[in-house]
């Protein structure tokens, strides 16, 4: 591995493989490929950590028996793709597995949580790849936005225009499973 502005980098040229994410060091650094090319983007601030932990337990306090929210989890789409959503609803089953990644076809939901380091990605790049992964469910949090919850849907092989659900009025959604809330409870904080 080389260091290249205190980042990791592996030691060829790209394109890179699954394989060659998986021996860089756990760091405040999120690294991510998409088609061979390394993306990464800085580590999530507080208050992105905050709405994905409230989205987690969210879910966890509504999701049905055998279904797990969990966080950044590698996400392995190809040979030469890798993604680590936020927060991703999979199978209890696939949680206990020795492998560090998951399959998309075990994710019902995958969330991202907008950041300055991460726009572009997870407004346009994301909801295509995710879709074409075949993962029904994908939502978008923009926390610039008050926050906004934007939800979208697979239908057929792509995702409908999303839903956008705005801060102060209660999201009830029915996908991957029934949850409501409201947005704003996302940012707030404790007490």
Same mark, same amino acid.
């Given at each position: 591995?080389? !260091? +290249?502005?205190?980042?990791?980098?592996?030691?060829?040229?790209?394109?890179?493989?699954?394989?060659?994410?998986?021996? +860089?060091?756990?760091?405040?650094?999120? $690294?991510?490929?998409?088609?061979?090319?390394?993306?990464?983007?800085?580590?999530?601030?507080?208050?992105?950590?905050?709405?994905?932990?409230?989205?987690?337990?969210?879910?966890?306090?509504?999701?049905?028996?055998?279904?797990?929210? +969990?966080?950044?989890?590698?996400?392995?789409?190809?040979?030469?793709? &890798? $993604?680590?959503?936020?927060? /991703?609803?999979?199978? @209890?089953? @696939?949680?206990?597995? @020795?492998?560090?990644?998951?399959?998309?076809?075990?994710?019902? +939901?995958?969330?991202?949580?907008?950041?300055?380091?991460?726009? =572009?990605?997870? !407004?346009?790049?994301?909801?295509?790849?995710? /879709?074409? @992964?075949?993962?029904?469910?994908?939502?978008?949090?923009?926390?610039?936005?008050?926050?906004?919850? $934007?939800?979208?849907? &697979?239908?057929?092989?792509?995702?409908?225009?999303?839903?956008?659900?705005?801060?102060?009025?209660? =999201?009830?959604?029915? /996908?991957?499973?029934?949850?409501?809330?409201?947005? /704003?409870?996302?940012? !707030?904080? !404790?007490?």
């Amino acid at each position: 591995m080389t !260091r +290249l502005d205190a980042t990791v980098v592996p030691p060829h040229h790209p394109p890179y493989i699954v394989a060659d994410l998986l021996g +860089l060091p756990g760091d405040d650094i999120r $690294y991510e490929l998409v088609n061979g090319s390394l993306l990464i983007s800085a580590g999530p601030t507080p208050l992105h950590q905050r709405v994905s932990s409230r989205i987690c337990r969210i879910l966890e306090d509504v999701a049905p028996e055998g279904v797990e929210p +969990l966080q950044t989890v590698n996400l392995r789409v190809g040979f030469r793709e &890798l $993604y680590v959503p936020d927060v /991703a609803v999979v199978p @209890a089953a @696939a949680t206990e597995s @020795a492998t560090s990644m998951v399959s998309p076809r075990d994710v019902t +939901l995958a969330v991202e949580v907008v950041g300055p380091t991460s726009r =572009a990605q997870d !407004r346009f790049l994301k909801p295509e790849v995710y /879709a074409a @992964a075949g993962i029904p469910v994908y939502w978008r949090v923009e926390m610039d936005e008050g926050p906004t919850l $934007y939800v979208y849907e &697979l239908d057929g092989e792509t995702y409908g225009p999303p839903t956008a659900h705005k801060a102060g009025v209660v =999201a009830d959604l029915h /996908a991957p499973f029934p949850v409501s809330f409201d947005p /704003a409870d996302l940012m !707030r904080r !404790r007490g």
